[in-house]
């Protein structure tokens, strides 16, 4: 990364007609060597900073996301990402901020990284009064620091007339567990600063784009963004477990707030916030009769579709995939170690009568219940061994069934297309999840013979079982994907990075490329650099893009392709 050599000169504090100048600290091989008067001025320390540990200067908690950006900076691998840290100050609670990065000559230390913490991003001196201005406008709850309850549902209304680009919504209710018993135990007022606790603890476990307000007395409401319901489960138990791991020091006390959580997901393109909120708040009182102190997901506590509205989506996805509307898009994997290696992963979309676009949340299921992902699969392979003729990626992933994997016929039906398509079989990878490697006996034998014929494989969601390690040494691999609910957590969990950096290097050792899944944040990229994963994928590398087939042969390609094989083969719903 190329950045102008800086002035020698100290940093002088503008006055109050000019704009402030940025906070920047130079670092050699860990230790601060230098630091601008805006620096010390906002963070404190002044002459006492030359020669600490930089690591010394912010929280723990971002302290892994640190190091790895550190690292990757230094390797000119890093590409000015703003990192979220908490700055320390002496006498004064840290400050939660953005620090950008950069590689650059110093003189008189030389090659230096230069610590940044931009103008725009620093506390402004009349903080407190933009904070009771906001207080007084009824919109941020002063011991929180979250929406308040009116806020809060004006926003939701806002945020669900946009439409979703990806993934799940999901209303959460979070209630704190015997809150009245930590109330007679350390005074009302003291235990405002266990709900300023907890809520700080909330928010850490919460992307950018998501939403989290106050609903009222010790209940929380949240909108999450999810890439899928396992996302959302891990996210909750998480929460769980740190707020039960995590005490207080209040008065003498020591307190633990405990919390119980109901999710409920909202179907793509509703704005009926009461009802989703009525579903969560329904689950969250069913976990807190079974004991609170733990999450509950309405996909988990009670049965799936059926009835008319199931013959209606049935109907829906066979006539799709007569009139070939589904579409594929594709998400751009990025390598960690620089360069594009041109590997993309494929998605679906379901088009409807009216050519709107349906996201899989809403057909997957129903199409998995009565036996038509087979069908589903098959045009997914046809469309990507087209798109891999056409365009030569270097590897494409395309996914797999577990009723695709127990499929006796797909293996004689993929020869076909791929002698139709001529594709390189090398430039397509095939994919299952962990679950389906894990407890399908053929998923072995499957792996084994496409990767003969020079088709390449990999397991996704991988590490979310008791035998990942295990699968690493049976199944013959090219690729693991870290499962997207590690990854969300990762930069705020020690146990995870543990976990990750294991699989990371068994599959190192095993000559097994790996492939984090559903990367969202600069902070989550640099420690998944620290632990040694090569590639990430997530919307913080791209969001998908669609596909687009010539028009002279593709389209018409693939609309024969893939009616042969799955008109013949469209069955009728299992029984429920």
Known sequence: ????????????????????????????????????????????AGSELIGQPVMDLFEETCRPALKGALSACLQGRWSGHALKAGVLRTDRPAVSTEVVLGLAEYAPYGLCIQLTVPAARHEPPDEHRRIEKLEQAAC??????????????????SRLAVALQGGVRCLALVRLDGFAAIEREVGATASEEVLAHFATLLKETLHPSEIAGRFGGVRFLLLLQRGNERDLTAWAQLLVAQAARRSLRVRDKTVTAMCTIGLAILPPGSTNIDSGIAAAAEVCARAMQRGGNQALAAWDAGGGAGGAHEEIWIKRIKSALLENRFRLVKQPVASLGGGDPRMFDVLLRMLDNQGKEVLPGEFLPAAERNGLLKNIDRWVVAASLSFAAQHRPACLFVRLSKETVQDASFLAWLDGHVRSTRADPQRVCFQVTEAVGAAQPQARALAEKLRQWGFRFALESFGSGADSPLLLESMPLDFVKIDGSLVQALSRDKEIQQRVRALAEGAAGRGIRTIAERVEDANTMAVLWQLGIEYIQGYFVNAPEEVVLKADEGSARLRSLSETAQVRSLGEPRSR
């Open 1 to 44: 990364m190329s950045e102008p050599a800086p002035s020698t000169e100290p940093h002088e504090v503008p006055d109050a007609s000019s704009r402030p100048a940025d906070a920047i600290i130079q670092v050699q091989e860990g230790i601060v060597v230098d630091a601008n008067s805006t620096w010390v001025r906002l963070f404190g």
């Open 140 to 157: 941020i709850d002063r011991t929180t620091g979250l929406l308040h309850r009116r806020e809060l549902l004006e926003t939701l209304r």
